[in-house]
């Protein structure tokens, strides 16, 4: 290759590396906008708050205004008013600290693209949790819980019914039925390490698909063991909403309510007692009062006491689900998400103008429902979620299409939510959290300003000893050091790879072993100087003679890189390895590409006669080059 | 300059031997194993930034009244200065119980019943006034000594692999002999940068798994670079005998281990004055790491070499 499509060559490796790390350390512009559940003169206030926050810490490296325009994720939706804030060397840890002031929707604080991302994949790093801040999770299955469900939904006493009637039936038909409930109760009561571990699994994908459907960035999501799930969020903003999201196990359920009958009497009766029941602080106490006035009221069994919410503004000024009345509901469900199909979405009601989530049921949901309806016409069809009343439409007509639809004075987010928990149905068992890492934003950013700085002056230093022992040659290898780095930064950048403080130690590593190629080649250089060898011998031979040390000792390294990185790795020791193996490719190509084409154009095409590599009698030796090449005749 | 280190490659062998087996016994005997940091041993680490209430003193008497065996130290970051809290494994199970005791009271609060959040709901209601603001923990961690194990296992398993595959393509590059050599050098380093770990009782965390994995990656690197000179110095001079041959390579390679390991050593050091608490830990054991890694190529591989092929050679001479 002549020297100048070589050059050619590493320019345009240098030019593509910067444009791909650009989205990184370029100019950018993020839009920040508040939260819409809040009320307009919230927003505005919650804005200007923002922006005071952003002036007092971050005026050096970010311009804040107030701009007004059209969301970036809905470019139909209404102008609102958001902050644009310019700056450069933009990382995530920083919006996620922005998007965790007050009022501001963290889904809502995101940069605005650039034409290298829209164009050459580039991307923004993925940082780790350790850098980004973020959350790590480890759930338990909660089987003593679930245990504790099923016994009250199979109770002992309708066992035991079940089990009289078994032997007593004479229809062959009921007789099936019956021991097929049996069947069932029995198989859902029975806890084998089997059954344990299909559950946690099942927990696990509808776990996943609630995290998927949240757009959280680079979540990872496995089992650990037999009965634990391992979750982890880089850059979650808000902890415990995620916690609440994952763990979630809402249930929707439709209860009837009688207005004229037994159910409607009972309700008049109990909800004279609510403005005690608001005295009452914990959950616990909440509970305890409604079954003890069910059994003051001499409830029937088939009867129970439950609470109707809606959404009120608190104390803060932040709407939030209380507590209404009591309503008196049959106890078993007419109808419960597993009636309905995987058709279930989040809309608006065309005429009330009111989110809500519309689905479509099961053939045999559907039967269920049009009996249910046609039955029960005029009676109240309460939906509840999470055992909470939401809504309760009385039924004027009955309903065969098989559709459906839910409404509870939802948020636009909070439907959606909803319909995807419908939708994925409800977890096989309820998790605990039993691990938990989570780092805030402002460390994490701390963590990276104090990495790149040791970086940094770590390059700074290693740059001046290179410089002192090995003068302009010292120089090129830096310059093959810098690009060395700049190479690692842009595969990271395109391959999506997170990088974490182990991660950096690989860098570290990488930095010195970039330097111990040229220090190898130098060395090799120098000894065919103080041989005698002409600049363009020594050059020659210099790296003849390095490459194949720099080839056997980086292979070597790169068989402990592979392993590291491979599927065998876990978290941290895989980041590790993938850093190395990159940082190895990226050094043999700076030292065997960069910096030979930088030696041998001096060597060659300026023809130095003399090479600036340190100090001594190899440099002195070098004068005498030719001279003595010729005279010793055999190099 | 001519150093004939094959003449005390005895001397450095036993020296060697004698630390990696001492600085254990040391580490075991007087302090009896190892320090670990939750990531091995379980427990909870909380962060949050000192305010008018809420600083190391406070904290520490806090944790006194409601006996509770807390670490409580000072760190400071640019951002202001924080207290870090740290509670070991059992104290964590114990505030576990107490968390479910409490239930009712958390439930309440709306805090999540478990041994973390107790311990935030117990600092934000006894310590601090019943006005003050929800503080932000800036960093909080509740583990299991389950990570630790996991991670222990898994780093040795891959180790191993990794070692292997080595030793079978030093083998096939170069002989047999070097094969050892690098092998017995890797796991040197490895044990010796434990033992240093261990006397300095500097805490087993991630972090500092990553520095051990670095040096095996660098001591191997650094291996080659004089197996590479030895075994381009061993043609054509077979007659002036192995140890003639290895003291040579390792005299020409040695402005290339000071070099290299200087500017290793200079790029770590920032890294330790400046870095995070995690990653100045990983510093420590990168520093000395590396130290010991290029003295194992020079004292420790390269004598195995020699002496093997001694071996080797009385052996077909009898």
């Known amino acids: 290759m002549s020297p100048l499509v070589r050059f050619f060559v590493i320019l345009s490796v240098v030019g593509l590396s910067v444009a791909l790390i650009w989205p990184n350390i370029g100019q950018r512009t993020i839009r920040l906008y508040a939260n819409e559940q809040i009320a307009p003169e919230k927003r505005e206030e919650a804005l200007v708050k923002a922006e005071k926050y952003i002036r007092d810490h971050y005026s050096l490296k970010y311009k804040v205004e107030k701009k007004t325009g059209k969301p970036l994720a809905n ?457 005698g060898k002409s600049v363009k011998l020594a050059v020659a031979a210099g790296f003849e003679r390095a490459t194949l040390t720099i080839i056997d000792s980086n292979l070597t390294t790169l068989i402990a890189a592979v392993i590291l990185a491979s599927k065998l790795g876990v978290g941290p020791i895989k980041g590790f390895g993938v850093t190395l193996f990159v940082g190895i490719v990226t050094t043999l190509f700076t030292a065997l590409v960069v910096t030979r084409a930088i030696m041998e154009w001096l060597a060659y095409s300026v023809e130095v006669k003399s090479l600036s590599i340190g100090f001594g009698r190899y440099r002195k030796a070098s004068k005498l080059a030719a001279a003595n090449g010729a005279a010793r005749g055999k190099v | 300059m001519n150093f004939h280190v094959m003449r005390f490659k005895w001397i450095n062998l036993s020296v060697s031997l004698i630390l990696l087996v001492g600085l254990l016994a040391l580490t075991f005997q007087r302090f009896g194993g190892f320090a670990l940091s939750i990531d091995f041993a379980g427990g909870i680490k909380i962060e949050v930034k000192t305010g008018d209430k809420l600083n190391a003193e406070a904290l520490r008497n806090f944790f006194d009244k409601e006996k509770i065996a807390a670490t409580v130290q000072l760190v400071d970051k640019a951002s202001g200065d924080r207290v870090k809290i740290e509670l070991g494994g059992k104290v964590q199970q114990d505030l576990a119980a107490r968390a479910e005791a409490a239930r009712a009271e958390l439930d309440k609060k709306g805090y999540p019943i478990n041994a973390i959040d107790y311990t935030k709901y117990l600092i934000q209601t006894r310590l601090l006034p019943a006005n003050a603001p929800v503080i932000e923990f800036s960093a909080a961690e509740q583990v299991g000594p389950t990570i630790g194990k996991y991670l222990q296992t898994n780093a040795l398993y891959l180790v191993g692999i990794a070692l292997l595959l080595i030793t079978i393509y030093v083998a096939f590059r170069f002989r047999l002999n070097f094969a050892l050599g690098a092998l017995i050098a890797s796991v040197h380093d490895l044990i010796l940068t434990l033992g240093v770990i261990g006397i300095l009782q500097i805490p087993l965390s991630v972090p500092v798994v990553a520095a051990l994995l670095t040096i095996l990656g660098y001591s191997i690197n650094d291996t080659i670079v004089i197996f590479d000179r030895i075994r381009e110095n061993i043609h054509g001079q077979e007659e002036l005998g192995i140890e003639h041959v290895v003291d040579k390579s390792i005299m020409q390679s040695l402005t290339r281990t000071i070099n290299t390991t200087g500017t290793t050593l200079i790029a770590i050091i920032p890294i330790y004055l400046f870095g995070d608490d995690s990653l100045r830990d990983l510093a420590k054991v990168l520093l000395f790491g590396i130290l010991i890694g290029t003295y194992s190529s020079n004292f420790v591989a390269a004598p195995i070499v020699v002496i093997w092929d001694n071996i080797m050679k009385r052996k077909s001479r009898a």
Do not use: C
């Not at chain 1, 809504?391 to 004075?409: D, F, H, V, Y």
């Open chain 1, 75 to 531: 470019p139909k939706g209404a102008d609102e008013t958001y902050l644009s804030i310019t700056g450069k060397f933009v990382q995530t840890a920083f919006l996620n600290e922005i998007g965790r002031l007050e009022g501001v929707d963290p889904d809502r604080v995101s940069l605005e693209p650039m034409w290298v991302e829209e164009n050459l994949k580039a991307k923004p790093f993925k940082l780790g949790l350790d850098l980004q801040g973020g959350m790590n999770l480890v759930l338990e299955g909660d089987f003593k819980k679930l245990k504790e469900m099923l016994d009250r939904q199979y109770p002992a006493d309708m066992i035991a019914g079940l089990q009289k009637q078994l032997e007593t039936e004479k229809d062959e038909e009921k007789k099936k039925t019956v021991k097929n409930k049996l069947e069932e109760i029995k198989s859902a009561l029975d806890f084998t390490p089997q059954r344990k571990k299909q559950d946690v699994e099942g927990a696990l994908e509808i776990m996943r698909s609630r995290i998927d459907a949240r757009g959280v960035s680079e979540p990872m999501i496995r089992m650990q063991g037999e009965e634990r799930i391992e979750i982890s969020l880089p850059g979650v903003a808000n902890p415990d909403q995620a916690k609440k999201l994952i763990a979630s196990t809402a249930r929707v359920a439709y209860h009837l309510h009688d207005p004229v009958g037994e159910a409607g009497r009972l309700t008049q009766e109990a909800n004279r007692e609510f403005p005690e029941f608001l005295k009452q602080v914990t959950e616990f106490q909440k509970q305890d009062f409604m079954r003890k006035l069910e059994t003051k009221l001499k409830f029937p069994r088939n009867l129970g006491i439950y609470l109707v919410y809606d959404k009120r503004a608190n104390s803060r000024g932040v709407n939030e689900l209380q507590p209404r009345e009591f309503m008196v509901l049959d106890n078993q469900p007419v109808l419960t998400g597993e009636a309905m199909s995987r058709t279930v979405y989040a809309t608006v009601d065309p005429e009330k103008g009111q989110n809500i989530v519309s689905f479509e049921l099961t053939a045999s949901g559907t039967d269920t429902f049009a009996k249910v309806t046609t039955e029960n016409k005029g009676k109240l069809l309460a939906i509840l979620i999470d055992n909470k009343i939401r809504s309760a439409p009385q039924i004027n007509e009955p309903i065969l299409g098989g559709r459906g639809q839910i409404s509870g004075n939802f948020t636009a987010s909070e439907a959606t939510d909803l319909a995807l928990i419908i939708k994925e149905g409800a977890l096989p068992v309820p998790m605990t959290i039993v691990e938990e890492r989570s780092v805030g934003p402002t460390l994490g950013q701390e963590a990276i300003d104090s990495g790149l700085k040791a970086i940094l002056i770590g390059f700074v230093l290693v740059f001046a000893y290179m410089l002192a022992y090995y003068h302009v040659s010292g120089i090129i290898a830096s310059i093959a050091l810098t690009i060395n780095l700049l190479l690692m930064a842009a595969v990271f950048a395109l391959m999506d790879f997170t990088i974490t403080l182990p991660g950096l130690a690989g860098v570290v590593l990488t930095m010195g072993m970039a330097v111990d190629s040229n220090v190898i080649i130098y060395e090799r250089i120098r000894e065919e100087l103080a041989r």
